[in-house]
């Protein structure tokens, strides 16, 4: 199953939805449980059943969904929903959702910690998704290529690391939420033999949630 691509209520919401639900009708409450795709389009699988494991239903498809008996607590047939239709029912709670997390690769002029001109424009978008998403947790991550020793490039991919770190507190990030490390020439985005000057592997990777 995958957490990214299921949608479940909240608990909170949940507990509104089945007050609601009583305050209107004396019957016992269900729970509607819709699949949601990935931005890309593409879904995961999820396994609904009662709280007895009984008369399991599988969601594969991008907004099917399944209700549970009101009697049995049992998931009835999936169907698929109209996205509009899901978008009605579950508006507020789809508009609470946290933004995915995001990455973004800066790269560096060779045998420096100075970005290139166009991954100084890219953080200022790296900026704005830690804003949009009041972040609470930056990964970044230092890089170089080959060229070098392994001692001399562990130093250089730390400073990159740091340049950006800086770049970012600089413009009002909040240098607790980020999270610092760097792999030297350890761990290329492209494989070279030892000694190769790669431009993709001279980075820094940012990660937002």
Known sequence: MNKYNAYVMNI??????????FMTSACVSTTQVVL??????KVGSLEV??????DPQTLDKPWQATETSALTG??????????????????QALAARPLPPVSYIMYFSQDSADLTAASKNLLLEALKAIA???STHVAVIGH??????????????ARRARAVV??????GVDSKIIEVTSHGKANPLIPTPDG????????????IR
């Not at 909170?12 to 639900?21: D, E, P, Q, R, S």
């Not at 949601?36 to 389009?41: A, K, M, T, Y």
């Not at 059943?49 to 009984?54: D, E, I, L, P, Q």
């Not at 190769?196 to 990660?207: A, C, Q």
């Open 132 to 134: 949009l998403r009041s």
């Open 144 to 157: 170089t290529d080959s060229v070098g020793s392994v001692q001399y490039n562990d130093k250089l991919s």
């Open 196 to 207: 190769v000057p790669e431009p993709r592997n001279r980075r820094v990777e940012i990660n």
């Open 166 to 171: 800086d770049a970012m507190v600089a413009r």
């Open 36 to 41: 949601l795709p990935n931005p890309d389009g």
């Open 74 to 91: 049992a998931p009835g047939t999936p169907k698929v929903m109209d996205e509009k239709e899901v978008k009605a029912i579950f508006g």
């Open 12 to 21: 909170k919401i949940m507990i509104i939805f089945l007050l609601a639900v």
């Open 49 to 54: 059943a009662s709280v007895k494991g009984t």
